[in-house]
């Protein structure tokens, strides 16, 4: 697509990385940075600096024609709509869709807007393969490993924290499986879906593990990333720009 301006919400993790390809590589202009008003702005980040703002407001008057967020759940279900109604939004907490108002909001507004929700695949792979399977795919269950202070909670908790509907896994851990939420939407659904959050005190690592079974096929996936400190792994970073560059059309030859 060709989009001209853009507006980041979020500049941790994922959003400074976003914001560091878009500048760097001149793919659109960055209308503003929205932060709340805990964010402490890191040394070394004068550009970033440039664009942060605080006011909702000034950032949704501002002729965004791409919107992408990188910060929470709340701003998904806050915000979502009123920027569709404008454009385009990319977001990485997609577990706010888990609730059913948030999205029939969402979906209505894009379909008035004629505008579209954009889920990046985020820390797993393979949203593409159950957008694709989805119409004869039975079973997708997936499994995620992380510490406790990864997932919110204890950092002595071990075991299995979580088994249910992934519907269910987005109001316990919001901020913890946005990746359950992606393989929702792309594939069968919140209430199909199944989740199970486990944790380990002893790992590093954010494990990830998808198991699809299908009318004739099956899939079982494993990404693990280590972690960053935050909700984030050592990965997401990477596939955040690249689903950003495929957004705007950036490869000349595109894995499709
Ligand atoms: N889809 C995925 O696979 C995936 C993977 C990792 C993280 N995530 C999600 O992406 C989001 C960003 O992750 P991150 O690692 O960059 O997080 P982070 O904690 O490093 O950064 C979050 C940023 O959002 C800002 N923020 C928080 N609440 C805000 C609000 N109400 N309004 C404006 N700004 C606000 C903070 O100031 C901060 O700059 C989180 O919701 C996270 O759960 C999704």
């Known amino acids: 697509m060709n989009y001209q301006r853009v507006g980041i919400i979020g500049a941790g993790v994922i959003g ?5 390809a878009i500048v760097t590589q001149d793919l659109a202009a960055v209308d503003y940075v929205l932060v709340d008003e805990r964010f402490a702005p890191p040394a070394n980040t004068t550009h970033l600096r440039e664009h942060l703002t605080t006011d909702v407001r000034r950032a949704l008057a501002a002729p965004t024609d791409l919107v992408i967020e990188a910060a929470h759940p709340d701003v998904v279900a806050g915000l979502g709509a009123e920027l569709l109604a404008k454009g ?5 907490s997609s ?3 888990a609730d059913e108002s948030v999205e029939t909001a969402i979906r209505q507004a894009a379909k008035v807007a004629g505008s579209r ?3 990046p695949h985020g820390a797993i792979l393979a949203l593409d393969g159950l957008s694709d399977g989805r119409d004869a795919i039975d079973q997708v269950i997936v499994t995620t490993t992380k510490n406790g202070a990864s997932l919110g909670a204890d950092t002595n908790a071990r075991g299995v924290l979580f088994e249910g509907a992934t519907r269910d896994a987005c109001a316990r851990f919001p901020r913890n499986v946005n990746v359950h939420a992606a393989v929702a939407i792309a594939g069968i659904g919140f209430d199909r ?5 486990v944790a380990d005190p002893e790992t590093r690592q954010m494990r990830h593990r998808v198991q699809v079974f299908g009318q004739g096929f099956e899939w079982d996936i ?7 400190g935050g909700v984030s792994g050592a990965y997401t970073p990477k596939s955040a720009v690249g689903s950003i ?3 705007f059309g950036f490869h000349p030859i595109a894995a499709c």
């Open 222 to 228: 494993s990404v693990s990333s280590t972690t960053l």
């Open 95 to 97: 577990s706010a869709l």
């Open 245 to 247: 560059q495929r957004i």
């Open 88 to 92: 385009d939004l990319c977001a990485f």
């Open 16 to 20: 400074q990385a976003i914001f560091d």
């Open 117 to 119: 929700l954009l889920i």
């Open 193 to 197: 879906t199944r989740s199970v959050v």
